[in-house]
């Protein structure tokens, strides 16, 4: 017979043959049963992502009307009157100045407070629970509590001013102030992730190293700029990877507490976007500011993977 020797049995070609058809459909099964696992989340991602994408591609290049639907096609129109837009850039600008406030003050600050946590040696759960309290308020409880504090008139803030015989300080009414008083506020809601991060890293530092080198006589400076801030740097990276993507989508609490004001002080990017889609109900425009902040976030996120990451020492 075909395939066989002389003997009749199977010679090596059909053996080998055989065992590819049946390696192809092991695969096969494999790969089968590994989108089915998967099929939910691709599922929940084309509801909430791909879908979401696609739509915004196709109004950005469309006019339309108040509710949304497609009038004419326009092609790259839209994306032209934004970025000739001179609230679009003052809301980049803005932004920029957010990050700023925002970025660096959270990362350091839990550092220093985790490297405290760290080193202490009594009464460390009570110092992580206090650290830590910020994660359990969302955005819009911290809002409205933060809210109350820069109340001119009944606020705890301006009352702790008063006592040092300081005049009133209109946190949230004032342009030089408000977005001040936003980052804080921004500060505050990102400082326990940040902390808890941080401390996770920290504990994974083995402790012959920081013990070898306190006997060796290296102090805490010399431990926490020698030691601790190289091996936490992976956490570090992401953290302000997250930070900077969450800074460029901050909308809640701008929302909430000035609603972009006063005088377009706190007017950020997304808040900016939403005014265009919500308030003046140009859905093609806001829909190409939405594309170019998908495209900003992309593009500041590799900058930093370049930038960043080869200065990370992952162990």
Request: charged residues 10%.
């Given at each position: 017979?075909?395939?066989?020797?002389?003997?009749?049995?199977?010679?090596?070609?059909?053996?080998?043959?055989?065992?590819?058809?049946?390696?192809?459909?092991?695969?096969?099964?494999?790969?089968?049963?590994a989108f089915l696992f998967?099929?939910?989340?691709?599922?929940?991602?084309?509801?909430?992502?791909?879908?979401?994408?696609?739509?915004?591609?196709?109004?950005?290049?469309?006019?339309?009307?108040?509710?949304?639907?497609?009038?004419?096609?326009?092609?790259?129109?839209?994306?032209?009157?934004?970025?000739?837009?001179?609230?679009?850039?003052?809301?980049?600008?803005?932004?920029?100045?957010?990050?700023?406030?925002?970025?660096?003050?959270?990362i350091g600050l839990a550092?220093?407070?985790?490297?405290?946590?760290?080193?202490?040696?009594?009464?460390?759960?009570?110092?992580?629970?206090?650290?830590?309290?910020?994660?359990?308020?969302?955005?819009?409880?911290?809002?409205?509590?933060?809210?109350?504090?820069?109340?001119?008139?009944?606020?705890?803030?301006?009352?702790?001013?008063?006592?040092?015989?300081?005049?009133?300080?209109?946190?949230?009414?004032?342009?030089?102030?408000?977005?001040?008083?936003?980052?804080?506020?921004?500060?505050?809601?990102?400082?326990?992730?940040?902390?808890?991060?941080?401390?996770?890293?920290?504990?994974?530092?083995?402790?012959?190293?920081?013990?070898?080198?306190?006997?060796?006589?290296?102090?805490?400076?010399?431990?926490?700029?020698?030691?601790?801030?190289?091996?936490?740097?992976?956490?570090?990276?992401?953290?302000?990877?997250?930070?900077?993507?969450?800074?460029?989508?901050?909308?809640?609490?701008?929302?909430?507490?000035?609603?972009?004001?006063?005088?377009?002080?706190?007017?950020?990017?997304?808040?900016?976007?939403?005014?265009?889609?919500?308030?003046?109900?140009?859905?093609?425009?806001?829909?190409?500011?939405?594309?170019?902040?998908?495209?900003?976030?992309?593009?500041?996120?590799?900058?930093?993977?370049?930038?960043?990451?080869?200065?990370?020492?992952?162990?």
């Amino acid at each position: 017979m075909p395939g066989n020797d002389r003997t009749g049995r199977p010679n090596a070609a059909t053996i080998a043959g055989k065992s590819k058809r049946v390696g192809l459909g092991l695969r096969l099964g494999e790969a089968g049963t590994a989108f089915l696992f998967l099929l939910p989340s691709l599922v929940i991602f084309a509801a909430f992502w791909f879908y979401p994408l696609a739509a915004s591609i196709v109004l950005s290049l469309h006019l339309t009307d108040p509710r949304g639907r497609m009038t004419a096609f326009v092609g790259l129109e839209n994306f032209r009157t934004v970025l000739t837009d001179p609230y679009f850039l003052e809301s980049l600008k803005t932004t920029a100045l957010f990050t700023l406030f925002t970025v660096p003050p959270t990362i350091g600050l839990a550092l220093l407070a985790a490297f405290f946590t760290h080193v202490i040696r009594r009464g460390k759960g009570a110092v992580r629970w206090m650290f830590a309290l910020p994660m359990a308020f969302s955005v819009g409880t911290a809002s409205v509590v933060w809210g109350l504090l820069f109340n001119p008139s009944v606020g705890l803030l301006n009352a702790l001013l008063g006592r040092f015989g300081l005049g009133p300080v209109f946190w949230l009414s004032e342009p030089g102030w408000a977005l001040f008083s936003v980052s804080l506020v921004t500060v505050w809601l990102g400082f326990g992730f940040a902390y808890v991060v941080l401390l996770g890293g920290m504990a994974t530092i083995p402790v012959e190293i920081e013990e070898s080198a306190r006997l060796d006589g290296a102090g805490l400076g010399t431990r926490f700029f020698r030691i601790v801030l190289p091996l936490v740097s992976p956490q570090l990276f992401f953290l302000a990877v997250v930070s900077v993507i969450g800074a460029l989508q901050a909308f809640g609490q701008i929302h909430l507490l000035t609603q972009g004001g006063p005088m377009n002080a706190t007017n950020v990017y997304v808040y900016n976007l939403y005014l265009e889609a919500f308030r003046n109900y140009r859905f093609g425009t806001a829909s190409a500011m939405a594309l170019l902040l998908f495209g900003l976030v992309l593009g500041l996120t590799l900058l930093q993977f370049r930038r960043l990451e080869r200065r990370v020492h992952y162990r």
